[in-house]
């Protein structure tokens, strides 16, 4: 019979996933879920990029559960740790812009000398070496929404799996990539895989 938590404050509940018990974070998941991804479409005004952040976050949570040290509310944490989340994602994104808008204004293709052209191939190989590594339907679901620009709703529709199991497989996708290439800071990173899959 699973128990009820709804006397427990956050932090109680907190101590609980730290230990381990899994129930706790998913009555955590429920508590914050909606909020979260509120907060995040308020900054984002992309459904699929909130939903993305919110579920890595709190992926992130459980994962790191045993390090992380509550210096205030488990409110305050996940939306402090959101917003930073969501600054970073805005600043790929610019990034990435940024880019683009510069090649198209380049009469000439971009041409890499050779030291960034062996980066960028070494690059693309562990990127190739990380995706193989991905179970298959995660591998389906990373290529179609990276690759084929497919949303989440149409990718449900495609593979005929729900919207949420599209997020999970894509949480992790980039978690499988992210830690395979940890050797890039964010914005690096998404701006190497800019070039690499855009």
Known sequence: MRKDFSTYTDEELFLLVKQGHKEAFEDIYRRFWQELLD????????????????????????????????????????????????????????????????????????????????????????????CASMPEKCREVFYLSRKEHLSYQHIAQQLDISVNTVEKHMVKALKILRSRLKEYNFTLFWFLVALLFF
Do not use: F, G
């Open 39 to 130: 907060a995040a479409y308020r900054r984002v005004k992309v459904q699929e990029t909130a939903m993305e952040l919110v579920q890595s976050l709190l992926v992130n949570l459980y994962l790191k559960r045993e390090t992380i040290a509550l210096t205030t509310s488990l409110r305050n944490y996940l939306h402090t740790s959101l917003k930073n989340r969501v600054l970073n994602t805005v600043r790929s994104e610019l990034v990435r812009n940024t880019y683009q808008q510069h090649m198209l204004k380049e009469s000439t293709p971009y041409q890499p000398d050779a030291a960034s052209s062996l980066q960028l191939k070494e690059l693309q190989q562990k990127i190739d070496e990380s």
